[in-house]
């Protein structure tokens, strides 16, 4: 039986680099009172301060340990995926304990599925449509205010030149206005303009991003004008937060087998933000996942773990060029991807993005694989990918350029990355079947 994962996807799983280095440690048969795996579950009893009982649910890699570590895996945990990994648990029969973990996940499996399926809860309070629509009412008319003071701001500054931003101050004092005004997108590009300031901006890009952010406040005063799609890209823009209910209403959704083709965590803040990308593998669509948790003892919802596949529907943010999704629906287990997987050319990737913009133009960057691209280093500064083909190329963001170079060997290879018009940022590289991360560097 093969391992459902490689021991470098093993230690992605682990919360931060202390459990992982913990849990590299106890990867050894002789750390363990009892080691074994079974179709359902792999397990062990690992000797600490007491006896800890570790088990994997191998059908999605949910750990579970006795221990009273707040982190979530654990380093027993990890341990135990790292010596499953790499095929040294025994097959046996479960015990008890798991036998018992086991059905308790089970039962809670259906209990979730059933009331997913089961009507609305008798007895549940009604929703108050009369107050929502209110708060929505007041939402709005805050927001709107927002975005005038903001275009008067933006007014006086072509009025009177770029040169008045010489400090970042004033584009922070409009974030934080748009804060106020429940407009925390539109905040956030404020922010990154902030962030040019701060350093040594290019003229060209102050244009442009000044350009979207007008672009999404005449946007916002003609919403009533835009098809259905491209307004829910604008409220996504600006900040208006979508509940779930009217994503599963008005989003898209897709069947496929999902490949987990790139991963970002961003633990700087008290909440993480986990980033991961998925390739179809039928119809070659792109899906970006967006999780949350808060601490290190918070876990993800879903496990997407780099390099590997599974069956399942999806539905997308309501887009005129759908990107974000969220796992409706999985069928099957999580398995390891070792195959190809759907790329695009060079020209092919122009001509896409060329009308995802045409029909979302809010949009900054697009995810794509490209196939049989060669990586070229210029000088030992810039690097390019060049398809031996049409001898076309394309300019690479930051990332592991000497890993890339290694893992290529001056030879064809696929690379997952995020094109914004002039540079691709890559984020992994497929080598005979195998997904290898590479850094994508700064957004």
């Not at 590299?24 to 009982?53: F, H, I, N, T, V």
């Not at 290019?202 to 000044?210: T, W």
């Not at 008005?250 to 700087?268: F, K, M, N």
Request: with cysteine; aromatic share 4%; net charge neutral.
């Amino acid at each position: 039986m093969a391992p459902p994962l490689t021991s470098e996807q093993a230690l992605a799983l682990a919360p931060d680099s202390s459990v992982a280095a913990s849990g590299q440690k106890l990867a050894r048969e002789r750390e363990w009172k009892l080691l074994g795996r079974g179709e359902r579950a792999a397990w062990g009893e690992c000797q600490g301060s007491a006896l800890y009982q570790v088990r994997i649910d191998l059908s999605d890699l949910t750990p579970s340990c006795t221990c009273p570590s707040r982190k979530i895996p654990c380093k027993h945990c990890i341990g135990l995926l790292l010596l499953l990994a790499a095929e040294r648990l025994p097959q046996a029969t479960p015990p008890t304990w798991v036998e018992e973990w086991l059905a308790k996940r089970s039962a809670a499996a259906e209990r979730k599925a059933a009331k997913k399926a089961a009507p609305a809860a008798e007895g549940a309070a009604p929703v108050d449509t009369k107050a929502r629509a209110k708060r929505t009412a007041e939402r709005q008319e805050r927001m709107a205010r927002g975005m005038e003071a903001l275009g008067l701001w933006m007014e006086d500054l072509v009025r009177g030149g770029l040169a008045r931003l010489d400090t970042a101050a004033p584009a922070h004092e409009q974030a934080a206005r748009l804060v106020d005004a429940e407009s925390p997108g539109l905040a956030a590009q404020l922010r990154l303009l902030a962030g040019e300031l701060e350093g040594r901006p290019e003229p060209r890009r102050l244009v442009e991003r000044l350009g979207r952010i007008a672009l999404v406040i005449e946007a916002w005063r003609k919403m009533e004008q835009l098809p259905a799609p491209l307004a829910a890209d604008v409220q996504a823009r600006v900040g208006a937060p979508l509940r779930d209910e009217d994503v599963l209403a008005r989003g898209e959704r897709l069947q496929d087998t999902w490949a987990v083709v790139s991963q970002e965590l961003d633990d700087s803040a008290h909440v993480r933000e986990q980033r991961t990308w998925l390739l179809g593998t039928t119809h070659g669509r792109t899906a970006r996942v967006l999780q949350f948790a808060v601490g290190a003892s918070g876990q993800f919802s879903e496990k997407l773990i780099p390099g590997t596949a599974f069956d399942a529907e999806l539905v997308y943010w309501p887009s005129a060029a759908p990107q974000r999704a969220k796992v409706l629906e999985r069928r099957g287990d999580l398995r390891p991807w070792t195959g190809p997987l759907p790329s695009l050319t060079l020209d092919a990737l122009q001509r896409r993005f060329a009308e995802e913009l045409a029909r979302q133009p809010f949009q900054e960057r697009m995810a794509t694989m490209l196939g049989g691209v060669v990586p070229v280093l210029e000088n030992e500064e810039r690097m390019w990918l060049r398809e031996d083909a049409t001898g076309s190329a394309l300019r690479l963001g930051p990332c592991d350029q000497w890993k890339l170079l290694a893992l290529s060997g001056g030879h064809p290879v696929d690379v997952f990355g995020e094109w914004d018009g002039e540079r691709l940022r890559p984020l992994s590289v497929l080598v005979d079947g195998t997904l290898y991360a590479l850094g994508g560097g700064a957004r």
